[in-house]
């Protein structure tokens, strides 16, 4: 009797261990937690054709596809403010966003004020310095923020990155929205309408150089106007996620340096993104950067990729910038 009941205790428990694996199985390979096995694509959402967002955008996801065997596509997009919509609505998977944006999201401040906070939007990395470009030609006239006053200038989509830099860099010199005809234009359609002399002047937040403007510059003779030291100072004290930046000699033709202000370009996901994912897609872009042909690749460092984020970092890009 005792054998049997040792037998038996025996089966039960292997039993048990066998279903216990089984409900483990289930649930490593079910949706509910997006296990990596259940995705099969992944959508980067980047910015307009001519933004700098996109020009990276086909080599991210070359190199994402090939790190994780997971087929990821870039898309076309608004940029920042509409990307963080879209990762919110499963529009995408990955996306580009200013890290100045980014904050208003998670904080539920300016564009985001109605919508609330979002929650689950977490960093990848920083990528690159996002110079704000105040865009004109040299028979504008235009040669300081103050000349903008009733003129037509291009300041992004409502609610876009650019909107609300033109917006705080107009406040920082006095002016505002109401002192200027506002434009909200994208970028190609900024650089054309200065061409065409539909408006005066344009707003681009973007890594130089960048692809509008130099279509510009292939015709005319472009002017980028200077934000001027104490300003800049002003302006970063009010809102500390810019920072100084330069727009070198010899981009756009430009005779000499133009000081200016920049945000940061960076990667987000949603938190529940797996982590082995967001591991893939980490190490795809920051241990391959040397591969990327774009001149902001430069810029693309693990030793620098959590420099400027105001928001959580995701635990599988934590992981691998641990490891480093």
């Not at 038996?8 to 937690?33: H, I, K, P, Q, V």
């Not at 020009?55 to 870039?74: K, N, P, Y």
């Not at 509008?212 to 104490?230: K, R, S």
């Not at 970063?236 to 100084?244: G, L």
Request: hydrophobic content about 40%; overall charge negative.
């Amino acid at each position: 009797m005792k054998l049997k009941n040792k037998r038996w205790l025996l089966g039960l428990s292997m039993a048990s261990m066998l279903a216990l694996a089984a409900c483990s199985s289930d649930e490593e390979g079910s949706t509910d937690n997006g296990e990596a096995s259940d995705i099969k694509f992944l959508s980067l959402l980047t910015g307009g054709t001519q933004g700098t967002y996109y020009a990276l955008g086909g080599t991210f996801a070359e190199l994402i596809s090939d790190e994780t065997g997971i087929q990821t596509t870039a898309e076309v997009s608004q940029a920042s403010a509409a990307n963080v919509t879209g990762l919110q609505k499963d529009e995408g998977e990955v996306i580009f966003v200013q890290t100045d944006i980014a904050y208003y999201a998670t904080e539920g401040e300016l564009m985001f004020e109605e919508t609330g906070a979002v929650e689950d939007l977490v960093a990848i990395g920083a990528l690159y310095p996002e110079t704000i470009q105040l865009v004109t030609l040299a028979d504008s006239g235009i040669t300081s923020y103050e000349d903008l006053k009733g003129k037509k200038v291009s300041v992004g989509a409502p609610g876009s990155g650019t909107y609300a830099n033109a917006e705080q860099l107009l406040e920082i010199h006095g002016l505002s929205m109401d002192d200027i005809q506002a434009q909200n234009l994208d970028f190609g359609e900024s650089t054309e309408g200065i061409q065409g002399g539909q408006i005066d002047a344009a707003f681009i937040t973007a890594g130089y150089p960048t692809a509008a403007v130099e279509a510009l510059n292939a015709t005319e003779d472009v002017v980028i106007v200077p934000v001027a030291a104490d300003k800049a100072e002003a302006l970063i004290e009010k809102y500390p996620y810019y920072t100084n930046d330069t727009v070198p000699a010899g981009t756009y033709g430009l005779e000499a340096d133009v000081p200016a202000v920049s945000v940061l370009a960076m990667l987000a996901v949603k938190e529940s993104l797996p982590e082995d994912v967001a591991y893939g897609i980490t190490k795809a872009i920051y241990g391959n950067a040397s591969q990327i042909q774009h001149a902001k690749a430069e810029y693309i460092k693990t030793d620098t990729a959590l420099d400027g984020i105001g928001i959580d970092v995701h635990p599988g890009a934590q992981k691998y910038f641990d490891e480093q």
